[in-house]
């Protein structure tokens, strides 16, 4: 079994599309643009034991792999259309492959992405995408745009994933509603689309609410106040954990790839229509004000503070 030979697998079940002018097996791929489009451009990689868990099913990593772009896509309002994957495998593992196309298949199917291209080297498991799309010229949604007044939205509901690896890292049983939010994340693309025009600024929610919400403060210059307790909740955090560790995984846990974006007041009954046509809850949680950071309260107005901030690499 050679690196050919998982190759051809890769090809032989990649989704395709008719803009692309020459997929995998030549040196560079071709695609034809749509005419007054731009692209947008965007790369992840997920590594085993930072990104997911050991136990990982492969089908789940595929998924995985292709929803943390499609994520930050969706934060741009952008359309996806092709990717490269560039795959690091300790072995040629036929079964391993073939599941992980299981997953990175049916996502790139439902979104109409064509794989066009990558990389298959022997090394430690790590899976790296680029996800290549495009966006009318000067509509994409930016970190900057927040402006003071306006109001902060989250679609979903958020601390989910966190609250799996919290169960699976204390060894508890994980409740699969929950795992299945850390394995199989849905990326919000529809979503994104239709906030063109209407949010003023976006993030996907990849290291925990307040660390991404701080990344749209520092782009725009602006600070921000959010109501913990107005966090949108799945019934299946509810149940499993109490009202103080809930909100910590709520406002600081990542892996939701939910949106975070902001919009004028003005916008709200447009946002009941978006959320209506989109089919995902859009709930309201906090206000943009001045200042430089993201400050959080409680329902009675008291200051609430995480114990951790979200993830970050190399501390
Ligand atoms: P080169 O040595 O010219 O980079 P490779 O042998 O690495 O070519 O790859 C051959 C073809 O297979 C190229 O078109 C490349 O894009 C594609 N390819 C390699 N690995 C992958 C992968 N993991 N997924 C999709 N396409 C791949
Ligand atoms: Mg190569």
């Known amino acids: 079994m050679s690196e050919f030979d998982l190759i051809e697998r890769i090809r032989a079940r990649a989704a395709r599309?008719?803009?692309?002018?020459?997929?995998?097996?030549?040196?560079?791929?071709?695609?034809?643009?749509?005419?007054?489009?731009?692209?947008?451009?965007?790369?992840?990689?997920?590594?085993?034991?930072?990104?997911?868990?050991?136990?990982?099913?492969?089908?789940?990593?595929?998924?995985?792999?292709?929803?943390?772009?499609?994520?930050?896509?969706?934060?741009?309002?952008?359309?996806?259309?092709?990717?490269?994957?560039?795959?690091?495998?300790?072995?040629?593992?036929?079964?391993?492959?073939?599941?992980?196309?299981?997953?990175?298949?049916?996502?790139?199917?439902?979104?109409?992405?064509?794989?066009?291209?990558?990389?298959?080297?022997?090394?430690?498991?790590?899976?790296?995408?680029?996800?290549?799309?495009h966006a009318a010229p000067d509509q994409a949604l930016l970190r900057s745009g927040a402006e003071i007044g306006d109001e902060i939205w989250v679609s979903g509901t958020l601390g989910d994933a966190a609250g799996a690896l919290a169960q699976w890292r204390s060894g508890a049983q994980v409740a699969a509603p929950l795992r299945l939010r850390l394995d199989r994340p849905t990326p919000r693309v529809d979503l994104g689309q239709t906030l063109v025009g209407v949010a003023t600024s976006a993030i996907d929610i990849s290291d925990g609410l307040m660390?991404?919400?701080?990344?749209?403060?520092?782009?725009?210059?602006?600070?921000?106040?959010?109501?913990?307790?107005?966090?949108?909740?799945?019934?299946a955090l509810r149940d499993r954990f109490d009202v103080a560790w809930r909100h910590s995984l709520q406002a600081t846990g990542g892996d939701d790839y939910e949106l975070c974006f902001t919009a004028p007041h003005s916008a709200r009954s447009q946002l009941a229509s978006v959320a209506e046509?989109?089919?995902?809850?859009?709930?309201?949680?906090?206000?943009?004000?001045?200042?430089?950071?993201?400050?959080a309260h409680m329902g009675d107005g008291s200051p609430w503070m995480p114990t951790t901030t979200g993830y970050v690499h190399f501390t």
């Open 17 to 133: 599309r008719d803009d692309v002018v020459l997929g995998i097996g030549d040196d560079a791929a071709i695609v034809r643009v749509p005419a007054g489009r731009e692209l947008l451009v965007a790369t992840d990689t997920l590594n085993r034991g930072v990104h997911f868990p050991e136990n990982t099913l492969p089908a789940h990593i595929g998924w995985k792999a292709l929803a943390v772009n499609l994520s930050d896509l969706a934060a741009m309002g952008g359309t996806p259309a092709w990717c490269t994957l560039s795959l690091s495998l300790p072995q040629a593992d036929m079964a391993w492959l073939d599941s992980f196309l299981d997953g990175f298949v049916e996502l790139a199917r439902l979104h109409e992405v064509a794989l066009i291209g990558g990389d298959t080297t022997r090394g430690p498991l790590s899976v790296s995408l680029t996800l290549v799309g």
């Open 277 to 295: 046509a989109c089919a995902v809850p859009l709930t309201m949680i906090g206000t943009i004000v001045e200042g430089t950071s993201v400050r």
């Open 211 to 235: 660390a991404d919400l701080g990344h749209i403060c520092r782009a725009s210059r602006v600070g921000a106040r959010i109501d913990v307790s107005a966090l949108p909740l799945s019934n």
